[in-house]
T-cell receptor, first 110, second 116 residues
Framework: KQEVTQIPAALSVPEGENLVLNCSFTDSAIYNLQWFRQDPGKGLTSLLL?????REQTSGRLNASLDKSSGRSTLYIAASQPGDSATYLCAVQDNNDMRFGAGTRLTVKP | DAGVIQSPRHEVTEMGQEVTLRCKPISGHDYLFWYRQTMMRGLELLIYFNNNVPIDDSGMPEDRFSAKMPNASFSTLKIQPSEPRDSAVYFC??????????????FGPGTRLTVL
């Protein structure tokens, strides 16, 4: 059974800092990995989708990498802003279903 | 496109009452998913449909839960009778594909259910 772990559970950084969020999964037989953002009381917003054949995806200040063999993905946020404060979840799609990590709660202080 | 639409956004009910949650997927998406999010268990897949047909309902917690998709633009998740432990946020999501590299899921805003 696929298990997805996100570390750290919470992170607080000053504005302008670059940061990395980590996601690990136990079964490397995946179709893709997706990073989401969730604001308090809101739904999930898709940030980046990395297909199993890809190594990374970029969107603006966000860069996500995927290392299937080691079961790891990172989400890099450059020049963080207070508006980036949210919970970030990674989700892995395998042959059974999509499994989510518990998320990293990010706070960017002005 | 307006994205995935869910209603109601909030629902407060008493134990034993029937609850119906509604979802309209993104037009053209063949797959629809129902998830439940709680602090204790995070996000869990309950059931998903392909072309209106339920494919995998192994995540449905018990017989009190049922889901239907009568057409491509509408789905319901029903809980009867509801219990306090059903209190959670229920999300609907849709995608063009499932179980493929191209499966990108788009989520609705969720329904926050409180059962007293």
């Amino acid at each position: 059974k696929q298990e997805v772990t996100q570390i750290p559970a919470a992170l607080s950084v000053p504005e302008g800092e670059n940061l990395v969020l980590n996601c690990s999964f136990t079964d490397s037989a995946i179709y893709n990995l997706q990073w989401f953002r969730q604001d308090p009381g809101k739904g999930l917003t898709s940030l980046l989708l990395i297909q199993s054949s890809q190594r990374e995806q970029t969107s603006g200040r966000l860069n996500a990498s995927l290392d299937k063999s080691s079961g790891r993905s990172t989400l890099y946020i450059a020049a963080s802003q207070p508006g980036d404060s949210a919970t970030y979840l990674c989700a892995v799609q395998d042959n059974n279903d999509m499994r989510f990590g518990a998320g990293t709660r990010l706070t960017v202080k002005p | 496109d307006a994205g995935v639409i869910q209603s109601p956004r909030h629902e407060v009910t008493e134990m034993g009452q029937e609850v119906t949650l509604r979802c309209k997927p993104i037009s053209g998406h063949d797959y629809l998913f129902w998830y439940r999010q709680t602090m204790m268990r995070g996000l869990e897949l309950l059931i998903y449909f392909n072309n209106n047909v339920p494919i995998d309902d192994s995540g449905m917690p018990e017989d009190r839960f049922s889901a239907k998709m009568p057409n491509a633009s509408f789905s319901t998740l029903k809980i009867q009778p509801s219990e306090p432990r059903d209190s959670a946020v229920y999300f609907c999501a849709s995608s063009l594909e499932a179980r493929s590299s191209y499966n990108e899921q788009f989520f609705g805003p969720g329904t926050r259910l409180t059962v007293l």
